[in-house]
């Protein structure tokens, strides 16, 4: 390209002081102008192509990246949630037989507080008893002692 331009400006000094100067030259000097345009067009527009390919295939290995990166975050994860659903079945289950544990343990209290409680209502009951008999017979014997011995 500089070449041209230095061609040009030889040809515009010539055209300026050569009076049978030829125009056409300088027509031609512009064909070679836009042939080499259209080299330096192509030539940048072949490298645009390259690089817009070379985009592409970093792109195309940055999405398989990713691609495999979530992928494997999605098996971690799956992993983690079968692991924490173990866990929490286990100890669902062991909540359960604790619980079923208690309720026993409750009615076996429950059990043993109803025959504790009839056990002592069956003791106040005879105490009672015996304490009326023991009355009645006081009060007989000092019926008896009354008519014998007048006070």
């Not at 429950?110 to 069956?122: L, N, S, V």
């Amino acid at each position: 390209m500089e070449a041209l331009l230095s061609q040009f400006s030889f040809l515009s000094d010539q055209a300026l002081h050569d009076k049978n100067f030829d125009p056409s030259t300088i027509e031609d000097l512009m064909k070679f102008f836009e042939i080499e345009a259209y080299n330096s067009w192509a030539s940048m527009e072949a490298d645009l192509e390259k690089e817009v390919q070379e985009a592409e295939m970093s792109m195309k290995d940055a999405e398989d990246y990713l691609d495999s990166v979530m992928e494997s975050a999605m098996e971690e994860f799956k992993w983690f949630e079968h692991e924490l659903d173990t866990t929490a079945k286990a100890e669902l289950e062991s909540l359960v037989r604790a619980a079923e544990n208690a309720k026993k343990m409750g009615k076996s209290m429950e059990t043993a507080a109803t025959i504790a409680a009839k056990k002592y209502m069956e003791a106040a009951l005879h105490s009672a008893t015996t304490s009326m008999k023991s009355a009645w017979k006081g009060l007989s014997t000092s019926k008896t002692a009354s008519k014998v011995h007048p006070s």
